[in-house]
């Protein structure tokens, strides 16, 4: 059990640019969620995945975020055209459903834009 | 709307000493779990304790217990003999389960504990 891991850690990107993060989450688990956190704040849902199957988009996540989850093992989190209120800490977690409930974080993205 | 509120935004302990964080939360649903996350600085969240809403014991993990009060919807955690390493974020978090069943966290916005030696 390797853990939840994500890349970059860290992306400065100007503002109109297209950044794509990636998350692998712990090999059996089958939920895959991508959370953004603020400076000071909770983490918040944006959206999850079960296996391959988005199922839930939060309505934080505006038509300019994209996700996918190819073949249910890796994710991808991309924001089109950054906006200077997408600066933020992206989080990925997984978890075995509905084995468990918790979920467990990665590193997170720290995401700048200037 | 589901909600968790941590009310200490910053909280201090000396190294041993004993300290409790503070969180309530809002939810008309009946069956739910509660959490506590530690995100130490620059470092990932970990889990520190868990508890099921349906299980009137309250839930302990070496130096971490709970206080779960379900009437009052109140989660607060103990911390005990605190150590150095103590030091961080600490969030209160419960599952939601949406009309979609994808078992959400919501996070409170945390409480910030500096141990001091």
């Known amino acids: 059990d390797t853990g939840v891991s994500q890349n970059p850690r860290h992306k400065i990107t100007k503002r109109g640019q297209n950044v794509t993060f990636r998350c692998d989450p712990i090999?059996?688990?089958?939920?895959l969620y991508w959370y953004r956190q603020t400076l000071g704040q909770g983490p918040e849902f944006l959206t999850y995945?079960?296996?391959?199957?988005?199922?839930?988009k939060s309505r934080l996540l505006s038509d300019r975020f994209s996700a996918e989850r190819p073949k249910g093992s890796f994710s991808t989190l991309e924001i089109q055209r950054t906006e200077q209120g997408d600066s933020a800490m992206y989080l990925c977690?997984?978890?075995?459903?509905?084995?468990?409930?918790?979920?467990?974080f990665g590193p997170g993205t720290r995401l700048t834009v200037t | 709307a589901q909600t968790v509120t941590q009310s200490q935004p910053e909280m201090s302990v000396q190294e041993a000493e004993t300290v409790t964080l503070s969180c309530t939360y809002d939810t008309s649903e009946s069956n739910y779990y509660l959490f506590w996350y530690k995100q130490p600085p620059s470092r990932q969240m970990i889990l520190v304790i868990r508890q099921e809403a349906y299980k009137q014991q309250n839930a302990t993990e070496n130096r971490f217990s709970v206080n779960f009060q379900k009437a009052a919807k109140s989660f607060s955690l103990k911390i005990s003999d605190s150590q150095l390493g103590d030091t961080a974020m600490y969030f209160c978090?419960?599952?939601?389960?949406?009309?979609?069943?994808?078992?959400?966290?919501?996070f409170g916005k945390g409480t910030k504990l500096s141990v001091i030696p």
């Open positions: 977690a997984s978890s075995l459903f509905p084995l468990v409930y918790e979920q467990y």
């Open positions: 090999s059996e688990h089958n939920r």
């Open positions: 978090a419960f599952i939601t389960h949406s009309g979609a069943g994808s078992y959400q966290l919501t």
């Open positions: 995945f079960q296996n391959e199957a988005q199922l839930e």
